[in-house]
Each structure stands twice: as structure tokens, then as C-alpha cells.
DNA sequence: AAATGCCCTTAAGATAGTTTAAGAGTAAAT
DNA sequence: ATTTACTCTTAAACTATCTTAAGGGCATTT
């Protein structure tokens, strides 16, 4: 069930024969997670690269006055990664925690490589995956020096429709950069129209 | 000579052995570029990966306004990719444009999968180059939802105290995300400290 | 040498976003 | 069932940043 998810997920880029189904596979490792809980702490080494198969996490760093600030959320059928940390084996400056109550795929550094030389197939697969975060990215860039709160917010709701009901918006305010009373604000202002 | 600073980058990474630097040297093109001379523009596909070992670029968006946003400066010894356009073919978002007078290496879409295909490590090696930019991507989006002007303009002269010498501030201040009067403020400011 | 264009700065007034404080509503914990 | 914690909202005062306008300094073009 949970691997057919992914499966599923490969299938939009290069599809994965029965053999490399069964490759993969072998190497994933499936855990549940609870709300709240972290599957990475600031100053940890990021081990896994992981899929979400069900529910949601949010990906953000603290800083010295102890705000949160959202860099990402991966909801169900996106995969989770902490390049730096994972490739480099540094500690991590970021936490990910999850929203809710959540299942997921894992795959260690040392797997992965092997995935990687066994079959161009996976190379290119995983490589996809990061240049779709990349593009991401570069938008995400090009709005927080580009676009007034208002835009952003309107951008992110028209992005992810589904994740914006799923969020309280004290998250949505964290993503955005801004304070969960000026996105109410800005709510407001919306509404009237 | 321009050759020997592409092989000394990729000697940080994965360095090449003759038989590969060979192979790399024969698909890439040099090309000597002007000041002010664009190497993308806007709605055009990007064709190249391109390796700048002299000068300096800046990879903006122009607004609807017409107002441009710097993305990114790429001086010598750092590639310029424009991922999405250039794997799946889509009319570029952004301009690239030549700051200085410049010298690059440039190598096309299936000159580069032929390498891909025919060394595992030519693939490892762009893929670093991919994660390099992907951290400094990351960097600034945390930058860009948590620091006032002021703290990402220091982060910014901290990161590139030579590329910060080179541009005029209006560059920059496009790059930071505020007007070029707010900066002229901002570094007012600093220097009565 | 004059003219043009680009860069940097200053300042006043406007707008965008934060801070603090408070209250009401809802979900989670005991 | 009650308490506790979290979320959303409002408003007033404050701070960060933008807009507009203007002037001076270089460098480049004519």
C-alpha cells in the first residue's frame, strides 16, 4: 500500500521496472510518526532521505530569539531531504516535525548510493526529484524579494489549495515570513473584496 | 587556460583524470561575451550549461512593472544553470546577462546526458554542483523570511566581499530585495558605527 | 568641451509590516 | 467536565521600507 504510493510517485518520472521495484524496496525501511514528533533535530545528521506516504511535516529553523521559521512543507507524495546535512554529513541547522500524524519511507545515505550505482535509472530519478525542489526554490526566491506579504499569500493559496486547509495559519504566517497578526490582516482585507 | 580553471573546479569535487578531461573538453564551446550582452533572455530555452572562468553574470526577472529582481550573480569559477528551462525545454523565466566582460564554457543538453551516460562520475560531479547551489538556495530563503534588510545586506557582503566590491550597489540592492535609496540608508547607517 | 547616462545620496511623506496587549473560540489534556 | 494550550482576530503605536523628487559625481559618447 504504502510502497505502491511511491511507486506511483516514480511513475511520473522514469517508471521503474518489476526488478527495480524490488530494489528499491528491499532498501526502505517504513515508520509511522505521530504529530509533534521530529524525524530530524537542529545539530543532528541528517541519515535518510524520506518519502511521505501519509499526513504531513513542516521543515524550519529556529533562530537566536527562538522564532520558528517554516523553509517547507512536504505533505503525502513528496520526498523530505536535507541535502547539505545528508550528502555533506553535517549537523543539521534545521528541525522537521511532523503536523500530523504521518507514514513514511526512509532510505539511508549508504543504500541510496548503492541505488545509485547499480542503475543510471535511479540517478536520474533522484536527480529529478531535486531539480523539481530546485525550481521551487528559485520562485520561492524570486517572490520574497519580489512580492508584497499579500502576493505571497495569495501565491502560496492558489500553489497549495489543499495544504492551505490543512494549516493553521500561524504555520502559513511562519512560511511566509510574516506575523500570524498581519496575516490576519491581510485575510481581512482579502475578505472584504 | 581557460580549460585548466574548469579541471582545478571539478578538482574540488571529484577530480578528472586525462581520459575524462578529454572527453569534457571536446563538448565544450568557448565563448568570449561583452558587457551588457545577454547569454539568455526571457522566453527563449536555455540550451547551455555554462561554466564562467572570467568575469561576471547576474540572472534576474523583470517584473510587470519592468522592475528587475537579481536572482543570483555567477562570477569566475561557477556554473550557470537555469534548471528548469534547460531540462524540460521551457521558455526561460529570467534574463542572463554579462556584468563584466566575460569568458565561458559552454556545454549543451546531449553533450551533457552523453557524459552522464558514459561516466558515473561526471554525474556525481554536476550533481555536487547542483546540491552547492541548492544549500545557497535554501540559505537565502531562510534569510529572506527571517533578517531585515540590514542583516541580509552584512550576510551578503560577509558571503561575496569580492563580488561586493565589484557591483554597484544598485545590483545589489536588487539582489537584497530593496530599493537602491533604502540601501544607500542602510549603509549610512553602518558606517556611523 | 559639452552632453548624456548611470550611480550614489538625501530627505519628506506614504505604505507595509511588527509589537504588544487583550479577548473570544476551539482543540487537546487531565 | 474542567482546565490548559493553541489559534484567530482586533486595534493602537511603532518601525522598516518604499516612493518621489532632487542634486552631485563619474564615466562614456558625441
Redesign the interface.
Known amino acids: 500500500m504504502t510502497l505502491e504510493k511511491l511507486f506511483a510517485n516514480f511513475d511520473n518520472y522514469i517508471p521503474l521496472d518489476e526488478e527495480e521495484r524490488e530494489d528499491l524496496s528491499k532498501r526502505l525501511a517504513e515508520r509511522k510518526v505521530k504529530r509533534r514528533q521530529f524525524i530530524l533535530q537542529e545539530g543532528d545528521v541528517c541519515k535518510h532521505y524520506t518519502f511521505v506516504a501519509e499526513g504531513c511535516f513542516k521543515k524550519f ?1 529556529v ?1 537566536k530569539k527562538g ?1 520558528e ?3 517547507q512543507f512536504i505533505a503525502e507524495n513528496d520526498w523530505i531531504m536535507e ?2 546535512s545528508f ?1 555533506n554529513e553535517k549537523p543539521s541547522r534545521v528541525f522537521i516535525e511532523a503536523l500530523e500524524p504521518s507514514v513514511i519511507l526512509q532510505i539511508t545515505k549508504p543504500d541510496l548510493i548503492e541505488l ?2 547499480s542503475n ?1 535509472k535511479f ?1 536520474r530519478n533522484f ?2 526529484i ?2 523539481n ?3 521551487e ?2 520562485n ?3 517572490q ?3 512580492s508584497t506579504a499579500e502576493e505571497r499569500y495569495l501565491t502560496f493559496l492558489n500553489q497549495y489549495p489543499k495544504l492551505s486547509q490543512r494549516l493553521p495559519n500561524t504555520q502559513i504566517a ?4 510574516i506575523t500570524p497578526e498581519f496575516l490576519s490582516k491581510i485575510r481581512k482585507e482579502i475578505s472584504k473584496r
Do not use: C, K
Request: proline share 3%; net charge negative.
Open positions: 529553523h533562530d522564532t521559521h517554516n523553509l541535502i547539505d550528502y545509485f550505482m543510471p540517478n536527480r529529478v531535486i531539480e525542489r530546485f525550481v526554490l528559485e520561492r526566491v524570486l520574497a524579494i519580489s511562519s512560511y511566509l515570513g
